[in-house]
């Protein structure tokens, strides 16, 4: 087994394993111009015990970026079965004994720089991953602003898909909440109604409810969203509801957190200065992250159909 240290990243692109450092695309390319590419975040979470990355939900994971590039006329030569088998590849011939974020991508890879014609672009796909620990920098509550820009509506450009455009939207509201002192961003739509994070859905805690914007408030279909709604409702017995949520809701909720692939199950103690709750990890966001995290890490046998399981292969072929 190797040293996380020595552990050498490798790529998949168009065809080919390759080394990180030698999978390239040219200045030109269409997708780096106008953000034409479909794509997803896929955490690999290391399992010590077992010596194996267990990738969660990696099959639903393609399933959305396939949506997304069907939208913008992507047509890649891979199955889902396919492109599981790929990322399992690659995450074995790495040889990463840590937590890893797998970045797929589908996009306009012909070198064409003034055609706005989806359909006459050639379309490319690759798969990287790379050693990842926390997205935020925090093992508590972490302190949130109201973004002053407003989430992309489905008539701009639809949310609900991973698309490599749309993240401006929430580059620029992550930034401007980061400078600003706080740890995250909440945005809301052009409704003015709660939306989610800049790369997370969102839940408030009202007693013995939990309420989360529809996905009709423009908010991305989350599959760790989707995944923490079944456990609140099986394991916990809680209703959720999913409906619009307004501003003032979060700060008169008993507990709001965020959920996303990087980002996990993140508890939320303030929102513009103002204590959500105690301000501190509320007990429903610990009792679910309790119950997240040994099912992401392959630790919790009923669930252990959400993985897939990747072992070091020993020896890396290119």
Known sequence: ????????????????????????????????????????????????????????????????????????????????????????????????????????????????????????????????????????????????????????????????????????????????????????AIMLNQDGHVCEGTGENIFVVHGDKIVTPTLESNVLPGITRQTVIDLAINELGFEVQERPIDRSELIDADEVFLTGTAAHIQAVGSIDHRLVGSGSVGHLTKNLQDLYFPIVRGQNPKYLHYCTPASYLGVKRT
Not at 8 to 19: C, N, R, V, W
Not at 132 to 149: E, K, P, V, W
Not at 152 to 162: A, C, E, L, N, S
């Open 1 to 184: 087994m190797p040293d996380k240290h020595t552990s050498s990243p490798i790529a998949f692109l168009d065809g080919s394993y390759m080394p990180l450092g030698d999978a390239r695309v040219g200045i030109m390319t269409h997708a780096l111009h106008y953000g034409t590419g479909a794509f997803e975040g896929i955490r690999g979470n290391w399992n010590e015990d077992e010596g194996k990355t267990y990738i969660f939900k990696l099959r639903e994971h393609y399933e959305r970026m396939l949506r997304g590039a069907k939208l913008l006329f992507i047509d890649i030569p891979y199955s889902i079965d396919e492109l599981c088998e790929i990322t399992v590849e690659v995450i074995q011939r790495s040889g990463f004994t840590e937590d890893v974020y797998i970045r797929p991508m589908a996009y306009k890879g012909e070198e064409k720089v003034a055609n706005l014609n989806l359909r006459a672009l050639g379309d490319s796909f690759f798969c990287l991953a790379v050693p990842f620990g926390q997205y935020i920098d925090s093992d508590g509550a972490i302190s949130c602003c109201i973004a002053s820009y407003r989430r992309i509506d489905d008539t701009m450009v639809p949310p609900r898909f991973k698309l490599a455009g749309l993240y401006l939207n929430s580059i620029l509201a992550k930034t401007d909440a980061l400078a600003s002192g706080f740890d995250e």
